[in-house]
């Protein structure tokens, strides 16, 4: 039987509830990280508490103890994937207000609850991906983070299954690209690698912070902007990032990118892989 955390208490999966009045149904008034655990360790832990500082900052929570540091964050992880003997897991964290009311807050105390499953990497080709022509990105304080706008990328998901497509590419309302519909953006051209800005209402991923790392650490040209749809098309090849996989992308809008820069594509992987910033436990 599964087992989750919920404030830091180890329980049974099967029959568990949250308590009303719930601010995060009532509201959204969280924010979740979804997390990676193979290996013995969190993938990329100290990046992903810097997104849950900022987003708890946005939304004037305190984070709670269990998950105040990286090194707290990782600890109490680790347990949950120990208790449900997964060597390796995707994990989800949510973050909500505790407490009750109406839209003005009474406390920045927040509740959480972490759950595990078996992590099943997928880091194949994406055949056919095209834009979206019925979602747009929208940059707020809060599009960095995961949880506020997750209406659109649910609304995404479906266009992308009406579609009948791979994945699909948001841009933001003045055509820029930001992102793929669960995953950062990059393509390749005259040796620089490209990535929309956060402006363009994209994800502060951490996988896509760990690929810029990689990339500019193995001296590559990197450049953050505002990028229009023909740029993109452009490219030389194009690749998706999040934290479960990177992978490459074959056709955009029935432009095809030939395999030429499969490899580099690859030592990025690799490269992205070595960098990896998680947080030993202490033995």
Not at 252 to 273: D, E, R, S, W
Request: aromatic letters at 8%; hydrophobic letters at 50%; glycine letters at 8%.
């Amino acid at each position: 039987m599964s087992k989750l955390l919920f404030n830091n208490l180890l329980i049974e999966a099967e029959g568990f509830g949250v308590a009303l009045p719930n601010r995060g149904l009532a509201f959204g008034d969280g924010f979740f990280e979804t997390l990676v655990f193979t290996d013995g360790r969190l993938r990329l832990a100290a990046d992903h508490h810097t997104r849950m500082q900022q987003a708890a900052a946005a939304l004037y929570l305190t984070l709670p103890a269990a998950l105040a540091t990286p090194e707290a964050l990782e600890a109490t992880l680790t347990r949950l994937v120990t208790a449900n003997q997964l060597p390796a897991a995707r994990l989800r964290l949510q973050l909500w207000r505790t407490g009750g009311g109406r839209y003005t807050p009474t406390t920045d105390a927040a509740e959480w609850l972490a759950t595990a499953e078996a992590f099943l990497p997928d880091d194949t080709a994406i055949a056919n991906a095209d834009f979206a022509v019925e979602n747009h990105s929208i940059h707020s304080p809060l599009s960095f983070c995961k949880g506020p706008q997750s209406w659109l990328y649910v609304r995404a998901a479906h266009e992308r299954q009406q579609r009948g497509l791979d994945e699909i590419i948001l841009c933001d309302a003045a055509g820029h690209v930001a992102e793929a519909g669960a995953a950062a953006i990059f393509w390749l051209k005259d040796g620089v690698l490209f990535t929309p800005s956060l402006e363009t209402g994209c994800v502060a991923g951490v996988r896509r912070a760990q690929v810029l790392r990689a990339a500019r650490t193995a001296g590559m040209a990197c450049r953050e902007g505002l990028f229009l749809q023909k740029e993109l098309l452009a490219a030389e090849a194009v690749f998706t990032a999040n934290v479960a996989a990177m992978r490459i992308v074959h056709s955009v809008a029935g432009t095809a990118y030939k395999p030429i820069h499969n490899g580099l594509i690859t030592i990025l992987m690799n490269l992205g892989q070595a960098t990896e910033q998680s947080i030993p436990l202490a033995q």
